[in-house]
């Protein structure tokens, strides 16, 4: 199924690796995140100088809490606004990429349909067949665009966001890790029990 699956998706392969691309920025994106927070803490509130690159583009070297606060607010106006545009992006790709797989693929149902002889027709009905062309064509497209991307995203976050903790604070990291275990032990247990459910539905 597999196999069949990338044949039908290879001539899309350079938009479906675009896809990644464009979905794979929201990793630093979500990394970044904190940041404005970590500025407002430490720098704001806190007191600590910035960063010589920071300060060195501040009009006259000024540094004090009002240009660490300012420099805050301007952070999260710009992560915002990227992160929007990434999410905007990446939905409009998604959408457009999604449509013309789901056309090309009742295309080829339909061609296959037309050449299935009238006895098939006669013995099956023509229900199964307009509904597998309607409807179970769009299953290629939540395969190929919501099923890998958001797996790769999700994956790459993770690891990222491991990272930039173990990077900030190991100790806090492993503490922040420990409820990993349990969580993934719960997720499969109940995942497992609903798929069972959902097969038989």
Do not use: C, K
């Not at 597998?132 to 890998?148: C, E, K, N, P």
């Amino acid at each position: 199924v597999l196999r069949r699956l990338v044949r039908h998706l290879r001539p899309y392969r350079g938009l479906l690796a675009l896809v990644i691309v464009i979905d794979l920025i929201a990793i630093p994106l979500a990394l970044l995140a904190p940041l404005p927070l970590m500025v407002a803490v430490d720098h704001a509130i806190g007191g600590e100088p910035l960063p010589d690159w920071v300060a060195a583009w501040m009009p006259g070297g000024d540094a004090g809490a009002a240009t660490a606060l300012g420099l805050a607010v301007a952070l999260v106006v710009v992560i915002a606004l990227a992160t929007q545009i990434q999410r905007n992006g990446a939905w409009l790709l998604q959408a457009w990429l999604g449509e013309r797989i789901v056309l090309a693929f009742r295309a080829d149902l339909l061609a296959q349909v037309q050449r299935l002889s009238m006895t098939y027709h006669d013995q099956r009905g023509t229900a199964d067949s307009l509904y597998r062309i309607q409807y179970d064509a769009t299953s290629v497209h939540w395969v190929a665009i919501h099923g890998l991307t958001p797996l790769l995203t999700a994956a790459g976050t993770l690891v990222g966001i491991t990272a930039v903790m173990y990077a900030m604070n190991a100790s806090l990291a492993l503490v922040a890790l420990t409820v990993m275990p349990a969580l993934a032990l719960l997720t499969h247990y109940f995942g497992r029990s609903v798929r069972t459910r959902w097969h038989r539905q």
